[in-house]
Every structure is written in structure tokens, then in C-alpha cells.
């Protein structure tokens, strides 16, 4: 990883970070993963502890990050963040905080200077989902869960 200016999320906007820098604003907590259900009368969007069969649920990072796209066709890719993508991500998520003039969590890691703290905060999904494989699409609604 090239070098990276310190605390660049004060400085940048999410649309001016370079790619280094836009993989160091994830957390990790692996909630962008999880499968979501949509409410087709209100548009509300629902997570699930239902995580996507490229997810490795023990590292909270997918398998093959890079092929990700090609396996998993409506992966949820967040570059370019657009509006419609914002409600597909957690509150939590750093994308989403810093478009919304938030600021990072004192959790994140950049901030913490801790890996752990995404676990730590109870931020992180690690050993709290099972993977879409074992789950059948009518029992999604069964797994429906809400976050701190």
C-alpha cells in the first residue's frame, strides 16, 4: 500500500480518496456483507444475520475480495457512493458516517488504532451470522435483525 496522508478523512472528500485510502475507511465489521431484504411498499431496508456465501465469518473479510463482483453478481460494491447505496450500509459504516457529516466512530480503528476495536465496540458481525447456504430464501425474514 502506497503511502497514505494521516487522518485523510478530515481533509478529503470521499470522491477525491484514492483507492489505498477508501479500503482504509472499511472497519471490517463485515455488516455490508449480511444479507438484506427491502420492504417493496415502504423501500426499508432490513439486515439479516444472514451473511453471503463469500464471506469468511472468522476474519469478517470475503474470500476473494478482488473476484468478489464476478462471484457474487449484486455484491454490494459502494464506489461511487451513491444515495440508493447509503441505505443498503450500516449507520455504523465510515462510507456512510463521513457522507453524512458525521465523522469516524471512536471505534474505527483509524481513530482507535486498534483492529480489535471493531469487535471490542460490538460493531463487528464476527461469530453472530451463518452463511446464505444454509438458509432458504423464504426463511430470510426469520433472520431480520436490528443494530445498536
Known amino acids: 500500500m502506497s503511502s497514505v496522508p494521516e487522518k485523510f478523512w478530515l481533509n478529503k472528500s470521499l470522491d477525491a480518496m484514492t483507492d489505498d485510502e477508501w ?7 463485515g455488516r455490508c456483507c449480511l444479507v438484506k ?14 451473511a453471503c456465501h463469500m464471506f469468511d465469518a472468522e476474519q469478517c473479510n470475503c474470500r476473494d475480495y478482488s473476484h468478489r463482483t464476478s462471484q457474487v453478481p449484486d455484491c454490494l460494491v459502494v464506489r461511487p457512493l451513491t444515495e440508493s447505496l447509503l441505505a443498503a450500509l450500516p449507520a455504523s459504516c465510515a462510507y456512510r458516517r463521513l457522507a453524512e457529516g458525521r465523522g469516524l466512530a471512536d471505534w474505527h480503528p483509524l481513530i482507535s488504532g486498534k483492529a480489535k476495536s471493531v469487535r471490542l465496540a460490538g460493531i463487528s458481525v464476527h461469530g453472530q451470522v451463518i452463511s446464505e447456504e444454509f438458509v432458504h430464501l423464504d426463511q430470510l425474514e426469520d433472520h431480520i435483525i436490528s443494530f445498536q
Not at 37 to 50: H, R, W
Open 23 to 29: 479500503e482504509l475507511l472499511c472497519d471490517g465489521c
Open 37 to 50: 431484504l427491502e420492504d417493496e411498499d415502504s423501500g426499508n431496508i432490513y439486515f439479516t444475520s444472514v
